[in-house]
């Protein structure tokens, strides 16, 4: 009796352990109206779906997509999004928008490539568009790639103009393109200068390990960098903490979202890439039907890449400086200076 | 008996959707437009019926999987690595062997019923050598499975273009044929229900099948009668750890065409839960995967088109299970 018992106990136990399994399968989701038959007349005629791999929260890669959904719904687009979703069930919910007569459904990640492929040949309907990613197949698989050669680009330009020591320093999250692409631009922007600038440059393999930038950074500070950036998503915050400890001097500039609030006084600016201000651009040129199957590149000139504010470290570059920097974006967005990528 | 045999599983979906609608309407919404959003989002189209029955067939595969241990008296809660290590072994056999469909998809499924197998019969051997009990090495071994599949699609399996952690896509010719064009439904799901139909004539018919519920009642009295018990321990841990990696099979060839980390969303515990609410038979197995495909599939549909929080359809699901429980302490009780 008490073995079975204990039996009992333990699949209960296990029971416990598969809704934990059905919850992190699972997705949520925010209806303008929550009632997805009623056709109303007024402007949101367009349905908007998102599909993150992650939590819409998390301070990061997902909540980027997130804020730039909210912000296609602030311009008048009916949106609907699941998050934490698994990759066993992409196409199942890509199918699943697409099946309700959703417009455009946004894949956030270079892992949503293959459902988008076997998906769309049946839904002729509905747009479906892969961010990071460079894929596209007629009618009906866009991509959205943020330009982050030129990110990098700006990020090197200010690093050079600001170092004192005579040495910079990037360093990457994991080796692949959209990070190498960082890396290249940073080396470019910093050979652009030509003020002898020395570009240090590495990369530590993941996006998730924290220390293991910040071991890389004050490695590159024990050499001489006084201005380091990164492009390593949550791995990067590690770069703030070495800058923290860091001589007078050292700065950090930040990248993705403004970094400033991670070492206020310490970072000197950060170089934006916002995939959400991208979203909303992709969406408004489905409304006026010029959403098409290709890989859009969104760089300075659509303003998605950009340059944060200096806020308290505005002293550390001269007026002069600044305007250059202003000057090279703009010749970058007119494109009078092409940057490479590691991308194609 | 048979009566009642039908009237408990009932009864606990009902108690669970009378809780949960409580639960709903704590939240502020209306029970009933949500059941019906659901009812809509797995039975509604079409293209929504064979979503719902393409998460029924891997329910029935993991239902069938620990049902199979269960009538020998095992719990085996190992069967989400299992179906990691079939789905494993059959995206090998599916990517890198080269053969006509007729011969290929067959070695497939052998490759993935081989993986599972391979993963139950050690947790078999481990508790007739070593006296370890099935439950927590399965459950421990669940561990080495998802991570050992994680290495090899990070490594030695990796796709040559793209970065992202997966297998190649498997050849046309590995790939289940589908049944409705335009929709994800494909011949697993005749392979399931063959499997459903094998399952009720070992059970029922077999010689074999007869030992092993023996085995299933009381060691002691099996020994007794001269029945192999190590023996048959081990066969049930190997085909109930085949069944789970066809599940795996299942996915990898109809489903998702490659592997990845994350093939599976906890589907192996699901089994555990459609087995008890199916009382382990065929049949029953067989229309409680039915109920679970659609919790799954209609789960998500809610998810999607209507503004309920995330957590309320968490513990809507785990509602179902949790009386499924509740009904198995009062069975156990009776005997």
């Not at chain 1, 903490?241 to 990248?255: F, L, Q």
């Not at chain 1, 250059?324 to 194609?344: H, L, P, R, W, Y």
């Amino acid at each position: 009796m008490k073995k079975k018992t204990l039996i009992a106990l333990i699949m209960t136990l296990a029971l416990a352990g598969s809704c934990i399994g059905c919850g992190s399968g699972g997705s949520s989701s925010a209806s303008d109206s929550g009632d997805s038959g009623s056709s109303s007349a007024s402007a949101s005629d367009i349905k908007v779906a998102l599909v993150l791999p992650g939590s819409a929260n998390d301070k990061g890669w997902n909540q980027e997509a997130y804020d730039g959904l909210q912000e296609i719904k602030e311009n008048g687009y009916e949106t609907a999004y699941s998050e934490n979703v698994e990759a066993s069930d992409y196409e199942t919910i890509f199918r699943g928008y697409a099946d309700q007569g959703y417009n455009v459904v946004f894949g956030h990640g270079t892992e949503f490539e293959d459902a988008a492929e076997s998906v769309a040949p049946d839904y002729p309907d509905t747009m479906f568009c892969i961010t990071s990613s460079d894929i596209s197949q007629e009618p009906n698989v866009c991509s959205l790639q943020n330009l982050n050669n030129e990110q990098g680009f700006i990020a090197g330009v200010v690093a050079a103009l600001a170092t004192k020591s005579g040495t910079v320093a990037a360093i990457g999250g994991m080796e692949i393109p959209s990070i190498q692409s960082y890396i290249m631009g940073f080396e470019q922007g910093v050979d652009y200068v030509d003020n002898g600038t020395t570009a240090l440059t590495a990369y530590t393999g993941d996006f998730s390990d924290a220390t293991k930038v910040m071991e890389q950074a004050k490695a590159f500070i024990d050499q001489g960098a006084d201005i380091i950036s990164q492009d390593a998503d949550e791995a990067g915050l590690g770069l703030f903490e070495a800058v923290k400890d860091a001589p007078e001097g050292v700065y950090a500039i930040g990248s993705v979202t403004d970094q400033y609030e991670e070492c206020p006084g310490r970072v000197l600016t950060s170089a934006t890439n916002n995939i959400g201000e991208a979203m909303a651009v992709a969406v408004d040129q489905y409304a006026s039907g010029d959403l098409t199957a290709q890989c859009y590149k969104y760089g300075i000139a659509e303003g998605v890449i950009g340059l944060a504010d200096y806020h308290d470290c505005s002293d550390v570059l001269t007026d002069e400086q600044k305007d250059f920097i202003n000057e090279t974006m703009d010749k970058i967005a007119s494109g009078e200076i092409t940057v490479e990528s590691a991308q194609q | 008996m048979n009566m009642k045999k039908i009237i408990k599983p009932v009864l606990s979906i009902l108690l669970a959707l009378l809780v949960g609608a409580i639960v709903i309407a704590v939240v502020g919404e209306n029970p009933l437009d949500i059941y019906r959003s659901m009812l809509v989002g797995a039975f509604g189209s079409k293209s929504a019926v064979a979503g719902t029955l393409v998460k029924t067939t891997t329910m029935i595969f993991v239902g069938l999987s620990y049902g199979f241990a269960y009538k020998c008296g095992l719990v085996n809660i190992g069967i989400e690595g299992q179906l990691y290590m079939g789905g494993l072994l059959s995206a090998l056999a599916a990517i890198y062997v080269e053969l006509p469909a007729p011969i290929h998809i067959p070695l497939c499924l052998i490759a993935g019923f081989a993986g599972g197998a391979i993963w139950g019969a050690i947790a078999g051997w481990l508790k007739n050598r070593f006296n370890a009990s099935e439950m927590i090495t399965t459950v421990m071994m669940n561990y080495i499975a998802t991570y050992f599949v994680a290495f090899m699609v990070n490594g030695p399996i990796k796709e040559k273009d793209g970065t992202y952690p997966q297998s190649e896509r498997i050849l046309d010719s590995a790939r289940f044929p589908t049944l409705v064009p335009g929709t994800q439904l494909t011949i697993g799901i005749l392979i399931a229900i063959i499997a459903v139909v094998l399952y009720i004539i070992y059970w029922k018919k077999t010689a074999g099948g007869f030992e092993m519920s023996v085995v299933g009642s009381s060691e002691r009295v099996a020994a007794y009668a001269g029945i192999p018990v190590k023996r048959m321990i081990i066969t049930s841990m190997l085909i109930s750890g085949g069944l789970g990696g066809l599940a795996g099979a299942a996915e990898v060839l109809g489903v998702q065409f490659k592997i990845m980390d994350g093939l599976s969303s906890g589907y192996g515990f699901d089994g555990i839960a459609v087995s008890l609410l199916g009382n382990n038979s065929g049949i029953g197995i067989m229309l409680s995967s039915l109920l679970f495909g659609a919790l799954r599939y209609g789960g998500n549909a809610i998810q999607m088109f209507t503004s309920l929080p995330i957590a309320v359809i968490y513990i809507l699901q785990a509602l179902v299970i949790l009386f499924v429980v509740v009904d198995v302490f009062r069975m156990e009780r009776r005997k």
